[in-house]
């Protein structure tokens, strides 16, 4: 059984960075996509970045294009999302997940709807930026 646990959030100030874990276990994660989303109270769920299994294969949403960068260890089965300039508004909690089949590639996968492109989300981590 494929399951994923995120790590690394916390406080930061707005413009400063967090990293952000996501550690997988269970069979067939290698050739998943993975995604992260977030979702802040009171708020629907926001799509947010999408990895393959190369590097090469990703997905930003327009919000963190360019400020957000993914990386992904499948040796290790460790995906990591550094988060730079953060701001106010992108305190949320983040969920990182997977599918346990074979995806299309991330531009696919990630929009429109990254959720319901994957079946396996962890229980999330907590970001919370101060302005």
């Known amino acids: 059984q494929v399951q994923l646990v995120e790590s690394g959030g916390g406080l930061a100030q707005a413009g400063e960075s967090l990293t952000l874990s996501c550690a997988g276990s269970g069979p067939g994660l290698g050739y998943s996509a993975i995604g992260w989303l977030r979702q802040a109270p009171g708020k629907g769920r926001e799509g947010i970045v999408c990895v393959g299994h190369n590097d090469d294969d990703t997905w930003y949403a327009d919000s963190v294009k360019g400020r957000f960068i993914v990386t992904r260890d499948n040796g290790k089965k460790v995906v990591t999302l550094r988060m730079n300039a953060l701001k106010p508004e992108e305190a949320a909690t983040y969920y990182c997940?997977?599918?346990?089949?074979?995806?299309?590639?991330?531009?696919?996968?990630?929009?429109?709807?990254?959720?319901?492109?994957?079946?396996?989300w962890g229980r999330g981590t907590t970001v919370t930026v101060s302005a």
């Open positions: 997940g997977v599918s346990p089949a074979p995806t299309p590639p991330c531009p696919i996968v990630g929009d429109p709807d990254l959720y319901r492109s994957l079946e396996v």
